[in-house]
């Protein structure tokens, strides 16, 4: 996936030429600073998501669900599907650029997408969870952190393929 990635923002730096067929460095430093803008709002967009995934975590599983045996992956569900729904909200508005004043990212299709490829986090998501916390005995909190920025590289490079081309 990263690969594919990659290759996409390459060609179109290949193929940022004038119509005389000469490559237009302007256009290609603007895809360039329009691109790191972009990841910098998906950054900003993903520590919101997080921060509301990680609260909705934590007050689950200490208050809500706390002598529960699976509280710690019906927590982490239920904070990471909140995470999820900011998110997709954020990332419409704010974060892709290509989606303003388009119908880009809110087709039934593209909603289909973007709901597959969180569905795909939250199981990246609960493995770590369940590697992190269970089998490795680390702190579930700290294993969130590190398993948020797994999830956060997973759905930008596949919503930016799949759905923000």
């Known amino acids: ?30 895809r360039y600073n329009d691109l790191i803008l972009e990841v910098i709002r998906y950054l900003i967009v993903g520590g919101i998501a997080f921060v509301i995934d990680f609260t909705v975590l934590y007050v689950s599983k200490e208050f809500i669900l706390k002598d529960s045996y699976y509280s710690l992956y019906v927590s982490t569900a239920m904070g990471f599907i909140s995470g999820l729904i900011v998110n997709y909200c954020l990332s419409i508005f704010f974060v892709f650029n290509s989606a303003k004043g388009t119908q880009k990212g809110r087709s039934g299709k593209d909603r289909f ?18 590697i992190g916390a269970e089998e490795l005995a680390f702190n579930y909190l700290l294993v969130k952190i590190v398993v ?18």
């Open 113 to 130: 997408i973007f709901t597959v490829v969180g569905i795909l986090g939250l199981i990246i998501s609960e493995f770590g969870m369940f």
């Open 1 to 30: 996936m990263l690969q594919v990635f990659i290759k996409t923002e390459i060609k179109q730096y290949i193929w940022s030429r004038d119509k005389k067929g000469v490559i237009d460095l302007e256009l290609i430093r603007k």
């Open 148 to 165: 948020t920025a797994v999830v956060l590289l997973w759905n930008y490079i596949a919503r930016k393929i799949l759905i923000f081309k």
